[in-house]
């Protein structure tokens, strides 16, 4: 069986304040479609840990110290020819110095 790569999920971990900005945003750099629909998002509100390091600049919390948040995992879709943008747009506004950014594969089957 051959499998073609045409799209691909992106996952990101943000504040849930940032949600709108970041679909709106998305959606202008092509990605958050589905068939004849847009602006498509799904989020699920997550807790997350970290510790900022000596040369951080954190958006939450304090140098050296382990932290604790809320945050959301969101979801869209991407055709894999707007991926470098869409990546580019979620580093332009994402509030964190480190985003977490995922590009999962999605199998054309």
């Known amino acids: 069986m051959n499998f ?3 799209e691909v999920k992106i996952e990101i971990y943000i504040p849930e304040e940032y949600i709108e900005e970041i679909r709106n945003a998305l959606t202008l750099a092509g990605a958050c479609r589905a068939g004849n629909y847009d602006h498509v998002l799904s ?3 997550t807790k997350g840990f970290w510790r900022p ?3 951080s600049h954190p958006f939450h919390g304090e140098k ?3 932290c604790c948040g809320t945050e959301a995992r969101v979801e869209v879709r991407c055709p894999v020819e707007f991926l470098e943008e869409a990546v580019k747009t979620v580093r332009r ?3 964190y110095e480190e985003p977490v950014i995922n590009v999962i594969p999605l199998l054309d089957v």
């Open 4 to 6: 073609d790569i045409k």
């Open 43 to 45: 989020y699920q509100s």
């Open 53 to 55: 390091l000596e040369n």
């Open 64 to 66: 050296g110290t382990i």
């Open 93 to 95: 506004i994402h509030p």
